[in-house]
């Protein structure tokens, strides 16, 4: 069965910084998301990846999946309170998705 | 609908009883997925709906749970004599469509149960 393993669990960084957020796949992937979610509420999609290489952005977030197609890294420009969350990384099983282990970002003043 | 809304938001339950999840999808969308979240399990598939039918329920843990989906729109997630183990935020999602990558899947907030 596939899995994904998202890297680093927890991150603390100060306001202003730059952050990655890895997310390795134990098969290729065919489709890989990226979600946001706070504490009580569900997920809000950020993106979708599917072709090797890709890479989408927006507003100060960049997602990239590699060329084999089995990692990907999502990226926060000059972080702010408000991208602080859980970031979970998914990938598309047939018609489900397998999420990654998250990670619980904070960001301080 | 403007997104996925399920009820209750919460919900506190005896062990022994059972409960029903509502779950309304956005308007148009023919897919309509069940998760859970736990703390020790991290975020689970459940069920998987394309209109009325359940191609895929592997992820169902015991036959205690079940769900149902009628009119292509609304879904009920069952679970029977609860226990324990079952306490977890459920979430709901839906999609245009299901099988295609490119679909995205939108979830709700979640439905908290409590099993004492």
């Known amino acids: 069965s596939q899995e994904l393993e998202q890297s680093p669990q927890s991150l603390i960084v100060q306001e202003g910084k730059n952050l990655t957020i890895n997310c390795t796949s134990s098969?290729?992937?065919?489709?890989l998301y990226w979600y946001k979610q706070k504490y009580g509420e569900g997920l809000i999609f950020l993106m979708m990846?599917?072709?090797?290489?890709e890479e989408k952005s927006h507003e100060k977030i960049t997602a990239k999946l590699d060329e084999k197609k089995q990692q990907s890294s999502l990226h926060i420009t000059a972080s702010q309170p408000s991208h602080a969350g859980i970031y979970l990384c998914?990938?598309?099983?047939?018609?489900?998705?397998?999420f990654g282990t998250g990670t619980r970002l904070q960001v301080f003043p | 609908g403007a997104g996925v809304s399920q009820s209750p938001s919460n919900k506190v339950t005896e062990k022994g009883k059972d409960v029903e999840l509502r779950c309304d999808p956005i308007?148009?969308?023919?897919?309509l997925y069940w998760y859970r979240q736990s703390l020790g399990q991290g975020l689970e598939f459940l069920i998987y709906?394309?209109?009325?039918?359940?191609?895929?329920k592997s992820g169902l843990p015991s036959d205690r749970f079940s769900a149902e989906r009628t009119g292509g729109s609304v879904s009920t997630l069952t679970i029977q004599r609860t226990q324990q183990e079952d306490s977890a935020v459920y979430l709901c999602?839906?999609?245009?469509?299901?099988?295609?990558?490119?679909?995205?899947?939108?979830f709700g907030a979640g439905t908290r149960l409590s099993v004492l």
């Open positions: 999602a839906s999609s245009l469509e299901g099988g295609l990558a490119k679909n995205i899947q939108y």
């Open positions: 098969k290729t992937l065919y489709g």
């Open positions: 990846l599917q072709k090797g290489g």
């Open positions: 998914g990938a598309r099983n047939y018609d489900k998705l397998i």
């Open positions: 308007s148009g969308h023919t897919a």
């Open positions: 709906f394309q209109g009325n039918s359940a191609p895929d």
